[in-house]
């Protein structure tokens, strides 16, 4: 999270717990725009059945509370089966995700 959200802005705003979560958690993917000078788009997390425990929760919680405050919206994908928690299956759904509709 650190290396694309500035804790700074958001020191005085999130939650003591969330502060010190800051520094060791990280997004799953983040889709930055090259045209932008690589500025962040996109933030994505991919959870399963390991997000289902309090911990997880506690965690995820953390990380929702640090992304509304960044004004950023977090999305969060949900894999129901195993098969869906690999890369390249990950990788896939988020291009299904940011590819326009056809017309």
Known sequence: ??????????ENIISAASKKFFFNAQ???VV???????????????????????E???R?????????????????IRAFEQKETTREAFAQLIREILMPAPL
């Open 1 to 10: 999270m650190s290396a694309v959200l500035n804790f700074t802005e958001l």
């Open 32 to 54: 930055v725009d090259p045209g932008q000078d690589y500025r962040p788009s996109y933030f994505f997390e991919l959870d399963s059945s390991f997000h289902d425990t309090a």
């Open 60 to 76: 995820d919680q953390m990380k929702n509370e640090i992304c509304a405050a960044a004004g950023i919206k977090l999305i969060r």
């Open 27 to 29: 997004f799953d993917c």
């Open 56 to 58: 997880a929760r506690n």
